[in-house]
């Protein structure tokens, strides 16, 4: 079912001692501004107002917090070998790998790169 358009009138104001609706602030020369523009308009002079401020606040925090090094964008730029975690073989290992596996596992330990642990 389609809804009926109410229109209302408009009311006729000459007054100029109206006060602007609470969505619209008036800045002087500027008219009325939306509720957004308004925001905008008053993050703007808060900003401005606080930028002495927050740059110190940022200086000081750099100085106290670490920064990530940076190693550029990838593979080609990444320079630290990952290091090896394990240095042991036990028995466990030997006995539930697949065989290929085991004959590596053998001449690493022969080799004396890995060390064997019972």
């Known amino acids: 079912m389609a809804r009926s358009r109410k229109t209302t009138p408009a009311k006729p104001s000459t007054d100029s001692s109206e006060k602007p609706d609470s969505g619209t602030k008036q800045f002087a020369g500027k008219g009325k501004l939306s509720t957004a523009e308004a925001r905008r308009e008053y993050q703007r002079r808060y900003y401005q107002m606080?930028?002495?401020?927050?740059?110190?606040?940022?200086?000081?925090?750099?100085?106290t917090h670490k920064k990530k090094a940076r190693g550029g964008r990838g593979r080609s730029n990444f320079t630290a070998p990952?290091?090896?975690?394990?240095?042991?073989?036990?028995?466990?290992?030997?006995?539930?790998?697949?065989?290929?596996?085991?004959?590596r596992i053998l001449e690493k330990i022969i080799k004396g790169e890995r060390f064997f642990t019972m």
């Open 50 to 63: 606080h930028k002495e401020k927050a740059k110190e606040y940022q200086r000081q925090y750099n100085l």
């Open 82 to 103: 990952r290091e090896v975690v394990r240095t042991t073989f036990n028995t466990a290992d030997i006995m539930h790998a697949p065989v290929e596996k085991t004959v």
